[in-house]
């Protein structure tokens, strides 16, 4: 819970501190499709397949693109642990990409009538088309399984703040509100609204629908 505390500490005092005036804010509106495919090499172990767009409602056009893969285990029922890579390029011909290597530490606490929270922290090594850079990003995700008749289900929310070394600062946060609903034994569907403000580089706010697509097997 320390974690959490910190997280909202640090996201009121964020917001306070980089408020800017109305005229100087950049909106847009984006929709976040992604497919998530789920390999288990063991009860423990498993590789994850991840595609992913960004697409900005406005212009109706793929604007970035990123594939990658991560590889998860879990040590006890409390942490887990992964690696992953991503690789990102632009579609519509700008001179963005990226090729980032993760590592990632998860702590997963329960509570009773089946809530549960998880803090994770991920370190990111980019090397972008502007050069390399480190991000680190801290999330606290809470969420509550949810059973009507036989159908269960969990929605969830999460806080997540980004650190770039780029800025030397807290660059970014992320406000996110979602489900995921269980369709067969090897597929779930999770759509959701991201509430995301950058104001390092600027000051944009992105409303945004996602939507997430698991496969298992």
């Known amino acids: 819970m ?18 800017p005036a109305w005229s100087q804010t950049t909106y847009a509106q984006e929709l976040w499709p992604e497919l998530r495919l789920h390999h288990s ?10 595609l992913e767009f960004n697409r900005d409602q406005d212009s109706g056009q793929v604007e970035q693109v990123t594939a990658g893969v991560d ?17 990102g390029t632009a579609t519509g011909g700008g001179a ?3 090729n980032r ?5 998860t702590f997963h606490i329960s509570f009773p009538q089946s ?14 088309d502007t050069g390399f850079s480190m991000r680190f990003r801290e999330r606290v995700q809470v969420q509550r399984d949810t059973t009507i008749g036989d ?4 929605p969830y929310g999460s806080v997540e703040l980004f650190y770039d070394t780029r800025y030397g600062e807290f660059s970014r946060y992320r406000l996110i ?22 104001y390092a580089s600027g000051y944009t706010i992105v409303d945004a629908i996602g939507f997430k697509v698991h496969v298992s097997y």
């Open 96 to 98: 963005y990409y990226e």
């Open 41 to 50: 090499l063991d009860d423990l172990s498993q590789v994850v397949g991840i």
């Open 2 to 19: 320390r974690c959490a505390t910190f997280l909202l500490a640090a996201y009121v005092a964020i917001v306070l501190r980089n408020t």
């Open 71 to 87: 590889l998860d285990r879990r040590f006890t029922d409390w942490f887990v642990g992964g690696i992953g890579y991503r690789h």
């Open 151 to 154: 159908y269960t289900f969990q």
């Open 115 to 128: 809530v549960s929270a998880d803090a994770r922290t991920r370190e990111e090594f980019r090397w972008l």
């Open 177 to 198: 509100a979602g489900v995921t609903f269980p369709i067969l034994s090897y597929l779930s569907a999770e759509p959701y609204l991201a509430h995301q403000v950058d």
């Open 101 to 105: 290597l993760l590592t990632e530490q």
